[in-house]
Structure formats: C-alpha cells, structure tokens
C-alpha cells in the first residue's frame, strides 16, 4: 500500500478517552472503525513514529503498537474474563514450574536461572507454586491461581493485551508478569525463557532458521514489555 498521508500528529480523544494518532487532521480507526483511543500520551507518541517513519510503500509488519492496540480494544476489552482465563492457564503450566531429572545437567541451569524467578514471584504474592521433574503435568493448587488472578484482573485492556503476547512468546505467565514491572530486565527474562532452547544449541549446534524464529520471537516480547511500560507511562 502506497503511503496516503503526509502529516501525524496525536491528539486527545474525544470525551477524555485518551490519546489517539491523527493523520492529515483525522483520527485513525481500528481495523473495524472503532476509535483507536490509547491510554497515555507516551503510547500515542510511540505510535505516531510508527506512521511517521513509514516510507512511500508502507511496511505493515512495522506497525507493532498499532496492532496491539488495535487487539486490545476490539478483543480484549469485550473478553477480559475469556483473556484472563487464557492467561492463567500459562500459569498453570508455566515453563519455570518444569525441571529436568535432578541427575541431568540441564536442571542444575534451570536452578540457577529459574529458580530465583519463581521465589520472587511466590514472596511477593504469598503463593506456591508445584516444581515438576520430567514433563508430566501436574496441575498447580487453586490458592496459587487465585492469587495470579488477582495480580492480573484488574490491569487495563491495554496491560492485558500484552501480557496475553509475552505469556504465549515465553510459555510462562510468571516471566510476563516480572517483565512488566517497574524496571524488568526483559532481556534477561527473555534469556531466561529461552534456557532450554539455548541449551539445546549449545550441545547440537545452532540452526539457523531456529535461530531467526527466535530472534523474532525476542523481539515480539520485547515490543509487547515496551507497550505495556507505554500503556502504563
């Protein structure tokens, strides 16, 4: 699609709604024509430049914001409850919970790396969560899921969005939750998502269509962790 607008700009929405990305004086719409109102300034500007650094053909992959916006207000807010029941279930299985036999190399990392993540997590929400050996599901105890539903009912659509998109990227709603607080080393909580990959790769070698799968990937979670600090700012 050839660009079709010269001017971008951001605005207040109408009725104190928020900030919303004007191009040539008009308001831009959701794909389905809803107002694409976002909740700060700084999120507006963020994706402002995503408009104004388009060249003469437009590149729609580079519309990161925009379309994580877009997701939250025309999925997520008439599915808050459907979201976050999507979202628990990545607790509930969380990637961190499951180790390799204690005798394998491979758990002595997961450890060092996931362990103190997971502490974290349990002191700062008085919860428990069930450490498994092997990949035999066990199911985490309700008191633990109901103290993650809670951490997370009350966030924005726009919070929500992004921790929907960081959980399925990482296999784990506890890296999610950490990477959107104040300060995260999201990189960090990335490496530590992708442990067992890296692990893999160190001992076979490094492919390298799994290797730009992957690099895609970190930069997905680390786009949806900026939306999120944005949508908060």
Known sequence: MKRFYDAVDIREAEQGAGWQVILDGRGVKTVHGAVQAVPTR???EAMAREWSEQGED???????????ADYAIEVVSGAREETITKLLRYGETDTLCY??????????????VWEPLLAQIEAQGSVRFTRVSGIV????????LTKLRERIEDESEFALAALESMSSL???LTIAVLASEPDADAEGLWRAACLEEEWQ??????DHEAEERRTKRRHDFLMAQQFLALARH
Do not use: C, V
Not at 99 to 112: F, I, N, S, V
Not at 137 to 144: F, G, S
Not at 201 to 206: K, S, T, Y
């Open 42 to 44: 700084a999120l507006a």
């Open 58 to 68: 437009l590149d729609t992959k580079r519309f990161i914001f925009r379309d994580m």
């Open 99 to 112: 180790r390799a036999d204690p005798e394998d190399a491979l758990y002595a990392r997961q450890q060092e």
């Open 137 to 144: 599901h066990k199911p985490q105890n309700e008191a633990t």
């Open 170 to 172: 990482a296999a784990s």
């Open 201 to 206: 790769a160190e001992l076979w070698g490094r």
